[in-house]
Structures are given as structure tokens and as C-alpha cells.
């Protein structure tokens, strides 16, 4: 079973960037699905981007697309997102979460989950 962790998030003003990391560990990295799902206060956990295990393929949410971009180092079992260009309203927690050799949009695909990470921008 997966383990994740997430680290880098923290307060960036709008405009700025950030760059969010997941390590894996206790499970073959490479064999899952990845993706980034967030969560603001008062609001369902939303999906924000997925990458295939071999990171031949990756899918954005719409609000995120052209500035957000995942990616993922199997050598190193870690997950990333590039954030810039960022907004007031991408303030939320941001989770990453794994499927075994598989992936998609809704959160309920994925059985495994880090704890999260704050990323707020203020304005």
C-alpha cells in the first residue's frame, strides 16, 4: 500500500508561483496513477490534474489549464505540480492521490490520499 506526503505549499501573493511535491513510498510508484485534487474552505474536493503511471499522459481541470502543470519522476516515487500565474480563488488544500494502475476526474477513483498541504494566495 502507497504511502504519500505532500510539502510546498504555503502564503504567495497572486501572480506567484508555487511548486507542490508528493513523495511515495511502500508501494511500486510507478505503477500508479497520480493525481492533484484540492479543497477550499466550504467547498467539495475538486479534481486538478491527473498523469498516467509511465507519465505518457496527463489531464487538466479547465480552471488550471495553461498555468498548472503536473508531472511526476519515477526514479525518485515523486509526485509535482507547477503553480503559477496563481489566483485568490486557488487558495485551498491540495491533496495527492494514487490509483493503482489507474486514474481519471473523480475523486473516488483513487483509494489512496496524503494528508495535504495549504496553498494560500492572497490578493
Known amino acids: 500500500q502507497v504511502q504519500l506526503v505532500e510539502s510546498g505549499g504555503g502564503l504567495v501573493q497572486a501572480g506567484g508561483s508555487l511548486r507542490l511535491s508528493c513523495a511515495a513510498s511502500g508501494g511500486p510508484f510507478s505503477m500508479y496513477g497520480m493525481a492533484w485534487l484540492r479543497q477550499a474552505p466550504g467547498k467539495e474536493r475538486e479534481f486538478v490534474a491527473s498523469?498516467?503511471?509511465?507519465?505518457?499522459?496527463?489531464s487538466y481541470a479547465d480552471f488550471v489549464k495553461g498555468r498548472f502543470t503536473i508531472s511526476r519522476d519515477n526514479a525518485k516515487n515523486t509526485l509535482y505540480l507547477q503553480m503559477n500565474s496563481l489566483k485568490p480563488e486557488d487558495t485551498a488544500v491540495y491533496y495527492c492521490a494514487a490509483a493503482l494502475r489507474a486514474m481519471g476526474r473523480a475523486t473516488g477513483n483513487y483509494p489512496y490520499w496524503g494528508q495535504g498541504t495549504q496553498v494560500t494566495v492572497s490578493s
Open positions: 498523469i498516467h503511471w509511465s507519465g505518457s499522459s496527463t
